[in-house]
């Protein structure tokens, strides 16, 4: 089947603007993951949606990072007035606790360039 | 929180040898240890994982050891070829069934010599 797919590939964009980054994640997941990887650096959690709880979201690196899951699956993540430090490349992953239990499957990634 | 380091950054072996990379965590309630590999340009990918009730995994030339004591844990790829050349990063993680936010280390460069 399909896998966790993200729009857009790549996004450039001014500093100081507002970027929306969509996940569409593996049918039927219902744990949603956001990571944040920065050139030559790991990967960084930023926020986490299982089912109908409510969001951890305590990787969010300031309140202009927002996310929201629409209907228990798609995602969409929100940077207001982007800064510099925010290029990097958005990671989206999703998990089934159904399927082989704890495996994150993760899309192509968002290479955001902010200049 | 819990915080993953691995070691080394860079990793150089010449094809057919073998090739180690090791992680430390620090939260002692981690239960979970998956392993990614991170081709240029491509998203990552699990190659193995390993939970705290074994100490020790093997799937072909991959294997992963766990010291739950020692709260390290270490991937270990024999028979190097060319197409092992990648990124990889260990992680950890509490899992409770329902998912598992993974708190990655910063990566492990493997170079694949012939």
């Known amino acids: 089947g399909a896998g966790v797919s993200q729009s857009p590939s790549n996004k450039v964009t001014e500093k100081g603007k507002d970027v929306e980054l969509r996940c569409d994640p593996i049918?039927?997941?219902?744990?949603l993951y956001w990571y944040r990887q920065s050139l030559g650096q790991g990967l960084e959690f930023l926020i986490y949606f299982q089912g109908n709880s409510a969001p951890d979201k305590s990787g969010l690196p300031s309140d202009r990072f927002s996310a929201e899951r629409t209907g228990g699956s798609v995602s969409t993540l929100t940077i207001q007035r982007t800064q510099q430090e925010d290029s990097a490349v958005y990671l989206c992953?999703?998990?089934?606790?159904?399927?082989?239990?704890?495996?994150?499957?993760f899309g192509p990634g968002t290479r955001l360039t902010v200049l | 929180g819990e915080n993953v380091e691995q070691h080394p950054s860079t990793l150089s072996v010449q094809e057919g040898d073998s090739a180690v990379i090791k992680c430390t965590y620090s939260?002692?309630?981690?239960?979970?240890f998956p392993w990614y590999k991170q081709e240029l340009g491509k998203r990552p990918q699990l190659i193995i994982d390993?939970?705290?009730?074994?100490g020790e995994k093997k799937d072909q030339r991959i294997a992963v050891t766990l010291n739950k004591t020692a709260k390290h844990f270490s991937l270990h790829i024999t028979e190097t070829q060319p197409e092992d050349s990648a990124v990889y990063f260990c992680a950890a993680s509490w899992f409770t069934g329902g998912g598992n936010k993974l708190t990655f280390g910063t990566g492990t460069q493997l170079k694949v010599e012939l």
């Open positions: 390993i939970r705290s009730n074994v």
């Open positions: 049918s039927g997941h219902t744990a």
């Open positions: 939260d002692s309630a981690s239960n979970y």
């Open positions: 992953a999703s998990s089934s606790p159904g399927g082989q239990v704890g495996e994150q499957f």
